[in-house]
Structures are given as structure tokens and as C-alpha cells.
């Protein structure tokens, strides 16, 4: 990605999860936006770290930047929701979560999200009349709040990239920076 170094610098982002996200999905769009000079927070419910997991395995811890409860998405120019089934369905239901989601997309503030982390902005009641992926087990709800759902490895729709699986990591990444780049704001250079 040397073409993209620095390409982000001075761009705030966010990276909301909590215990149950997918390693690959977390780590490797951290390390390609940090890569290309993005200020990368990773935001959860509580404090500490988040255990990330790889199918049914435990793996390396994340530490939290910091507390969803203490942050306001005016701080950030961008936001990555990283996939992973348990941490999708733990957010879902967190009321802040859908709050912060909202606030980014009512400010057309660009969004990264990836394969079941699209179930956060259905819970939120923001995927109407949108076309996204994810992973293909989540088709129905999308389709069921009114997106249209697509089976792609990236899918771009206004502010919005989706991407449905950790294998689809390398295209999602190069989209997700391209997104950002647009969305950077004048006063992040």
C-alpha cells in the first residue's frame, strides 16, 4: 500500500467493537489505515482490552482506547466497524452503539463495515434503500430492513463500504482507504 502512505494523516478514526470481534477484521484494516497515517481509536463498551476470536478460538487481546459511553462521534472523521458475530450481536442491542452509527451517517462521515458488523446498522435502522454485503448469513435482516443486499467482495453506496469476509480483507482495505481519502476533511491535512 505504499501509494496510500500518509494518504489518511491527520484523519481521526473510529473503531467500534467489543469482545467477539474477528481478529483478521480488526487488526488488518487498523494496520492499513494506521499504515497510510490514520489516528486509530478503538472504541468498546468497557475498558481494558476486547478479546478477539477467530472462528471459536480466543486470540490476542485489543486494547481499548476508549469507552463508548465517554466519546462523541464529532471527534472522529471516520469509522470501522469490524465483523465478528458476537461482537455484531453485543453492539446491536447497545442502544450509545446505534447512536453512534446514526450520528456518522446522518454527517455522511465515511463508514468501513464488514461482514456481521452491518447487523449494527440494521439494529440502528439505517440500511433502508442502501445496497451493501456482508457475511451471507446476515442477507435476510439486511433485506428484511429494506437494503439490497449483494453478494460482492466490496460494496460501495454513498458514504458507505461494505465487504462480506475476512477473505475479501485485502479489497476491503483498499476500498476503505479510498472511501476515507474522499472523506477527509480540510481541517485533518
Not at 58 to 80: G, M, T, W
Not at 88 to 115: H, N, S, T, W, Y
Not at 137 to 165: C, F, H, L, P, Y
Request: overall charge negative; some cysteine; glycine content about 6%.
Amino acid at each position: 500500500m505504499a501509494e496510500n502512505d500518509q494518504a489518511l494523516a491527520g484523519m481521526k478514526v473510529a473503531v467500534l467493537a467489543t469482545d467477539g470481534v474477528n481478529e483478521a477484521e480488526i487488526v488488518e484494516p487498523m494496520s492499513a489505515l494506521k499504515q497510510a497515517g490514520a489516528d486509530v481509536s478503538v472504541i468498546a463498551p468497557h475498558d481494558g482490552e476486547i478479546v478477539s476470536m477467530m472462528q471459536f478460538d480466543q486470540k490476542q487481546p485489543i486494547p481499548v482506547d476508549r469507552v463508548l459511553n465517554e466519546v462523541d462521534s464529532d471527534e472522529y472523521d471516520a469509522l470501522l466497524l469490524p465483523g465478528g458475530g458476537l461482537n455484531a450481536d453485543k453492539l446491536r442491542v447497545e442502544p450509545k452503539a446505534q447512536q453512534f452509527v446514526q450520528e456518522f451517517d446522518a454527517r455522511e462521515k465515511p463508514m468501513a463495515v464488514i461482514c456481521h458488523a452491518p447487523w449494527l446498522l440494521v439494529s440502528a435502522g439505517i440500511v433502508k434503500n442502501r445496497r451493501l454485503t456482508s457475511f451471507h448469513t446476515i442477507q435476510d435482516d439486511i433485506r428484511n430492513a429494506g437494503g439490497e443486499w449483494v453478494d460482492q467482495e466490496v460494496a460501495t453506496d454513498k458514504n458507505w463500504v461494505t465487504s462480506r469476509k475476512p477473505d475479501d480483507i485485502p479489497a476491503f482495505n483498499q476500498a476503505m482507504i479510498e472511501l476515507f481519502m474522499k472523506g477527509k476533511s480540510p481541517s485533518a491535512e
